[in-house]
């Protein structure tokens, strides 16, 4: 199973989400072809209801452990309720471009 299945599931499972992206993002940066090494996650779900930003990214780090401990290097948090989701007209801000290694 692919490190971007695991954590869509895991996402799935704990948080039942209304709409999720699981963005591999690892091409746009100096790794090797291939990699699961640099994700962003857009998450909607209602479990956000009346829950503060910087703990709302604390829960997904934390059921995340093991991936963050492993192959994912870095993880970008799109997090929102479906009123929020709405309100953004269904999108998040692009990635900047990686500063990093020879890229």
């Known amino acids: 199973m692919t490190t971007a299945q695991q954590i869509n599931d895991k996402i799935v499972d704990e948080f039942q989400p209304i709409y999720l992206?699981?963005?591999?993002?690892s091409d746009?940066?100096?790794?090797?072809?291939?990699?699961?090494?640099h994700f962003k996650l857009v998450v909607v779900s209602q479990v956000f209801?009346?829950?503060?930003?910087?703990?709302?990214?604390?829960?997904?780090?934390?059921?995340l452990a093991d991936q963050l401990a492993g192959s994912v290097?870095?993880?970008?948090l799109h997090t929102h309720t479906p009123d929020e989701w709405e309100k953004?007209?269904?999108?998040?801000?692009?990635?900047?471009?990686c500063k990093g290694g020879s890229k």
């Open 28 to 37: 746009n940066h100096n790794v090797p072809a291939g990699s699961e090494s």
């Open 49 to 63: 209801k009346d829950t503060p930003l910087i703990q709302r990214h604390r829960s997904i780090n934390k059921l």
């Open 73 to 76: 290097h870095a993880l970008s």
């Open 21 to 25: 992206d699981v963005i591999n993002e």
């Open 88 to 97: 953004r007209g269904g999108s998040v801000p692009v990635s900047p471009p």
